[in-house]
């Protein structure tokens, strides 16, 4: 599909993934209409659009209060008539485990991760039966396939964001032109840890291979104009994934070793609520200011070294329960 004047609604569009997004599409010539949370942010992202020669409107609003979600379907509509695609991006995240004594962060993680893509689905489905066409976008993460155990809320609104998009699909089998597609990316460079909730008092950082938001709104206006089931970024995270399936014990236990080792610095940091109740008041920014706290090449020689030594601890498990079952009694 060629993105000239095609209507592209992106929630979440303030800052990062979002804001990325914004400006390719711009490039390619989509009329945008950009949803968050941050007024000042996301009317910044709408100028920057224009700059570029889209035409570009802002509609702050909430995903998790479905009014407000089915307005601004509405207003995509009195753009041309017709809504070609929506990117259901907006997310937040926090980090604490699932017990913590404070439990309302995560259930607002789980109400605009999960609660704010059905809304959304919700607000299009209509539109997309009338018109028979559209692409409706659910930006997950590759955690929509693997547990990782400070962000449990996360983790649960993304699995269950993929089992709202296979459901979707299968509603709408019948219209070869309506598509839903989940988006999968790895860690990006964006606000993301610095502006979630966090009770850990640790802050927290990108794990490498951090990959750029420009990157992946490449890929992701790449989905828009040639639609397929799922699309994972980058590719190579694929690799992790099925390492998980073969090995699932040993590559869960190199996770949470990474995760411990360099997800999180040792200076203090106050408990925070982070974006979860309200949004920043800071500026939008494509780019995060945390950078990895180890390099690619010591993080994957740390996690093949440990998963051998795993592996090698499981066969011997088994090799002395071998000998030991043949052993005369």
Same mark, same amino acid.
């Given at each position: 599909m060629d993105l000239t004047n095609k209507v592209v609604v992106i929630t979440g569009a303030s800052s990062g993934l979002g804001r990325a997004t914004a400006l390719e599409l711009a490039r390619r010539g989509s009329v945008l209409v950009l949803a968050a949370r941050r007024v000042e +942010? #996301? *009317?910044?992202?709408? !100028?920057?659009?224009r700059t570029l020669g889209a035409r570009a409107v802002a509609q702050p609003m909430d995903v998790r209060k479905e009014e407000e979600v089915n307005a601004l379907a509405q207003l995509a509509l009195q753009q041309t008539g017709t809504l070609d695609a929506w990117v259901s991006n907006a997310g937040i995240t926090c980090f604490a485990?699932?017990?913590?004594?404070?439990?309302?962060?995560?259930r607002e993680v789980i109400d605009t991760n999960l609660y704010g893509a059905i809304y959304s689905a919700r607000a299009v489905l209509p539109i997309f039966r009338r018109q028979r066409h559209g692409t409706?976008?659910?930006?997950?993460?590759?955690?929509?396939?693997?547990?990782?155990?400070?962000?449990?809320?996360?983790?649960?609104?993304?699995? +269950? #964001? *993929?089992?709202?998009? !296979?459901?979707?699909r299968t509603a709408l089998s019948e219209l070869p032109d309506v598509h839903v597609c989940s988006f999968l990316p790895y860690a990006m460079d964006t606000e993301h840890f610095e502006h979630g909730a966090n009770q850990l008092q640790r802050p927290a950082f990108p794990m490498s291979p951090l990959q750029s938001p420009e990157k992946a709104a490449r890929a992701l206006a790449e989905l828009i104009e040639r639609p397929r089931r799922q699309l994972m970024v980058p590719r190579a995270a694929a690799l992790g994934l099925a390492l998980h399936y073969l090995a699932p014990d040993s590559t869960e236990r190199v996770l949470h070793d990474l995760l411990q080792k360099w997800h999180f610095s040792e200076e203090p940091q106050p408990d925070t609520t982070g974006n979860v109740h309200a949004p920043s008041d800071e500026h939008g920014a494509v780019h995060g200011t945390r950078r990895p706290l180890a390099g690619t090449v010591p993080v994957v020689l740390y996690a093949a070294g440990r998963f051998a030594q795993l592996q090698l601890q499981n066969a011997g498990s088994r090799l002395r329960g071998l000998l030991g079952a043949r052993a005369p009694t």
């Open positions: +942010a #996301l *009317q910044e992202t709408v !100028e920057l659009c485990p699932l017990d913590s004594e404070r439990f309302d962060e995560h409706l976008i659910n930006v997950g993460s590759v955690l929509s396939k693997i547990g990782q155990p400070f962000v449990p809320s996360y983790v649960i609104s993304k699995f +269950a #964001l *993929q089992g709202l998009t !296979e459901t979707l």
